[in-house]
C-alpha cells in the first residue's frame, strides 16, 4: 500500500522589509503637524483677547452712565412697575436703590492665565432696586423683558419665572459678555432687583505714567443717577 504524502503548507506570506514605515511616519508627521496648527490656534485666540482687553475706547464716564442708565431705564419701563425710582438708597433689602458703581478690567495676559488690571479703565455698572413688589407683578414683568431682550439679540444666559413662593431671574449678555443686565426678584421678601454693565473705556482723566495708581470709583462717583421712572 502507498505511503500517504502530505503537501508542505505554503510560507505565511510577509511584508517586505519597510513596507510600513512610510505609512507610520506619515501618521506621525500628521499628528504632529495638528498639534502644532493647534497650538497656533489657541495662541493667537488667547493673544487677541489679550488685545482687545488692553485696546480700549476713551470715554468719559458720564457717557458711559447715561448709557448704562438707559438699559436700566428701557428695562424698568418694559417691566411696568408704576413707581419711580429715586436716585441713592442702599438697595440691600428694603427701600429703594438707586446708583452706579465701578469695576476694574482685566487683561488675561497671552495665555489668558493672568489676571492683571488695566491701568486707567473701568467698567461702569448702574443698579437699582425696588421693594414690595408683589409675584404676580414680578411674573409678568419678567416675561415681557424676557421676550424684549430676546428679540433685540441679547443672550438669554439665565431664566427662572416668578411665581408665588418661587424666586425669579433673568439674565442676559451680548457683544462677547461686554454688556450685561441681571434682574432678580426675591419671593421671600417680594424685593427686585436690576442691573446693568456697559464695556471697559480709558477715563479721560487718566494719562499713562500718573504717580497715582488709577481706582474706577473715581469714575463712579463723577456721575449722578437720574430716577427711574415708571
Known amino acids: 500500500m502507498p ?3 502530505t503537501a508542505p503548507s505554503p510560507a505565511p506570506a510577509t511584508a517586505p522589509v519597510g513596507s510600513g514605515a512610510p505609512s507610520g511616519v506619515i501618521g506621525c508627521l500628521g499628528c504632529g503637524g495638528l498639534v502644532l496648527v493647534l497650538i497656533a490656534v ?3 485666540q488667547f493673544g487677541w483677547k489679550s488685545w482687545e482687553s488692553t485696546h480700549l475706547d476713551r470715554v468719559a464716564p458720564q457717557d458711559m452712565a447715561d448709557k448704562a442708565f438707559r438699559y436700566s431705564q428701557e428695562a424698568y419701563t418694559t417691566l411696568g412697575f408704576g413707581r419711580p425710582v429715586p436716585p441713592g438708597g442702599g438697595g440691600q433689602g428694603d427701600g429703594t436703590g438707586n446708583g452706579f458703581s465701578a469695576d476694574y478690567c482685566y487683561d488675561g495676559g497671552l495665555l489668558g492665565m493672568e489676571d492683571k488690571t ?3 479703565a473701568y467698567r461702569l455698572n448702574h443698579s437699582w432696586a425696588l421693594d414690595r413688589v408683589p409675584a404676580a407683578r414680578a411674573a409678568a414683568g419678567l416675561r415681557r423683558l ?4 430676546a428679540d433685540e439679540g441679547w ?3 439665565s431664566y427662572r419665572a416668578a411665581a408665588k413662593g418661587a424666586d425669579g431671574t433673568l ?3 451680548r457683544d462677547g459678555g461686554d454688556e450685561r443686565m441681571s434682574f432678580d426678584w426675591s419671593a421671600d421678601r417680594q424685593y427686585f432687583t436690576g442691573g446693568a454693565s456697559v464695556p471697559c473705556a480709558y477715563d479721560p482723566g487718566w494719562h499713562k505714567g500718573d504717580t497715582e495708581s488709577y481706582s474706577p470709583d473715581s469714575a463712579a462717583r463723577s456721575v449722578t443717577a437720574p430716577a427711574l421712572a415708571p
Do not use: S
Not at 424676557?146 to 431682550?149: A, E, K, N
Open 42 to 44: 489657541f495662541v493667537v
Open 3 to 5: 505511503e500517504e504524502t
Open 155 to 157: 443672550d438669554i444666559t
Open 118 to 120: 488695566v491701568d486707567g
Open 146 to 149: 424676557h421676550q424684549r431682550l
Open 171 to 173: 439674565y442676559a449678555k
